[in-house]
């Protein structure tokens, strides 16, 4: 089976680059990069030069283009932050469910459709069983809250979300949704790499929270591996 992988910063120059040969593929949505061996397509969701921003982010020429070249499952891996104490950074989380109640992208501009989202248990389930297997250490549900970007949230944002979610990003809700539009499995690992913003008392740098998700990279590249391995 081949595999869709979405990643950010931290998993260029890893194996997924290996023995990939990158390919444009053109959709009707615009034109992804696609680096593709035998058993993964991988995109970097920002962009082959890490140039394109969260708010900027071609979703819909994404999964479509994964659709394109044959994928049915899809992993992706996020950066978020920590909205409860309890989830300390640097840690794994693999989300149950998710918010996203404002900016959502779909598939469904020309006729009425009403999804209700979920994102794949089998798969959930899967990425869950192989980091027991290679005892790797994961939060085993949480509950993802998107919100825009590019800019990092509020207090008074954190202050509210917290309430609703136990992490918070940028990406993740959007490649579920359309995902799940395209029928495709989506289930995501997320590497918890700081507090959000005033959970903790250190003010936030997003370069030491880069410099933080390299320390749980081998861990997430490992658990991403095995889980393909597992899903051939």
């Known amino acids: 089976m081949l595999v869709g992988v979405i990643g950010g910063s931290n998993l260029y120059d890893t194996f997924l680059f290996a023995q990939a040969r990158r390919k444009s593929v053109a959709t009707s949505y615009g ?19 890490r140039t394109i921003p969260p708010h900027m982010i071609n979703y819909r020429a994404n999964l479509a283009a994964l659709q394109a070249v044959g994928v049915r499952k899809v992993v992706g891996v996020c950066m978020v ?8 950074p640097p840690t794994i989380l693999i989300p149950h469910d998710y918010v996203s109640l404002w900016s959502v992208p779909t598939f469904f501009n020309d006729r009425v459709e009403h999804l209700t989202p979920l994102l794949d ?23 993802y809250v998107q919100t825009s970007g ?8 954190i202050r509210i979300l917290k309430n609703y979610g136990d992490v918070v990003g940028m990406t993740m809700a959007s490649e579920a949704t359309l995902a799940q539009e395209l029928g495709l499995g ?29 320390l749980h990279k081998e861990s997430v590249v490992r658990l991403v591996v095995k889980s393909i391995e597992g899903l051939r």
Do not use: M, W
């Not at 034109?31 to 030069?49: C, K, L, T, W």
């Not at 932050?81 to 300390?88: E, F, R, T, V």
């Not at 899967?126 to 290679?134: F, G």
């Open 81 to 88: 932050g920590s909205l409860k104490k309890a989830i300390k």
């Open 186 to 214: 989506y289930a995501a690992v997320c590497t918890v790499d700081n507090y959000a913003n005033g959970i903790a008392k250190s003010p936030l740098d997003f370069r030491k929270i880069l410099e933080d998700a390299a």
């Open 31 to 49: 034109v992804a990069d696609v680096y593709q061996n035998e058993s993964i397509a991988f995109i970097p969701r920002h962009g082959s030069r």
């Open 150 to 157: 590019p800019r990092l949230e509020t207090e008074a944002e």
């Open 121 to 143: 248990q089998s798969l959930r389930e899967h990425l869950i069983s192989t980091a027991r297997k290679n005892k790797i250490r994961v939060h085993e549900k949480g509950v």
